[in-house]
T-cell receptor
Framework: SQQGEEDPQALSIQEGENATMNCSYKTSINNLQWYRQNSGRGLVHLILIRSNEREKHSGRLRVTLDTSKKSSSLLITASRAADTASYFC???????????FGTGTRLTVIP | GAGVSQSPSNKVTEKGKDVELRCDPISGHTALYWYRQSLGQGLEFLIYFQGNSAPDKSGLPSDRFSAERTGGSVSTLTIQRTQQEDSAVYLCASSLTILAGGYNEQFFGPGTRLTVL
């Protein structure tokens, strides 16, 4: 079963605006990752944050993690039309081999 | 090609038929995963291979699903007696050896879109 739930399910913004997506999960995790998926096919890894980290940056991406609330957020700053995609959070539970994916946020950036 | 490849990219089959989906992981990656993604949904873990260890089959939805990994490289996912609810995109991913308590990035293939009529 899926571990994470993402919010919102869909988000539409103007180019240049910031986009924030949230993810909540249920159990103890080793790390949390965000992936991007274009057109319902292969996923691309964006960023990973470990359970002992609170914030991480990569280019225009900023990820936060609050293990007490079992939640994470992904912020994309200065969005571009090319950022249009589905974004998934994925968690690796402590001791688990696989990733549990959230339900995803469909982001549309309007040029 | 250095990425994960999957074949076929699309497969249409009739209910009740068997299908085989293939995954070629990145060379040197010892870990291989199969996921399933139904329309508009997140990914559902199916099975995981790590080196010569016994696979983690905990995500397989029924005994109609099976997977093999030959020679620690190529993997095939077989679905027997396909049902309409098996229609989905089947994604394969590979990674380097999982570090104890750690992480290695999973690299995904483009997926196989399976349609069961």
């Amino acid at each position: 079963s899926q571990q994470g739930e993402e919010d919102p399910q869909a988000l539409s913004i103007q180019e240049g605006e910031n986009a924030t997506m949230n993810c909540s999960y249920k159990t103890s995790i080793n790390n949390l990752q965000w992936y991007r998926q274009n057109s319902g096919r292969g996923l691309v890894h964006l960023i990973l944050i470990r359970s002992n980290e609170r914030e991480k940056h990569s280019g225009r991406l900023r990820v936060t993690l609050d293990t007490s609330k079992k939640s994470s957020s992904l912020l994309i700053t200065a969005s571009r039309a090319a950022d249009t995609a589905s974004y998934f959070c994925a968690t690796r539970e402590t001791g688990a081999n696989n990733l549990f994916f959230g339900t995803g946020t469909r982001l549309t950036v309007i040029p | 090609g250095a990425g994960v490849s999957q074949s076929p990219s699309n497969k249409v089959t009739e209910k009740g038929k068997d299908v085989e989906l293939r995954c070629d992981p990145i060379s040197g990656h010892t870990a291989l995963y199969w996921y399933r993604q139904s329309l508009g949904q997140g990914l559902e873990f199916l099975i995981y291979f790590q080196g010569n260890s016994a696979p983690d089959k905990s995500g397989l939805p029924s005994d109609r699903f099976s997977a093999e990994r030959t020679g620690g490289s190529v993997s095939t996912l077989t679905i027997q007696r396909t049902q309409q609810e098996d229609s989905a995109v089947y994604l394969c991913a590979s990674s380097l050896t999982i570090l104890a308590g750690g992480y290695n990035e999973q690299f995904f293939g483009p997926g196989t879109r399976l349609t069961v009529l």
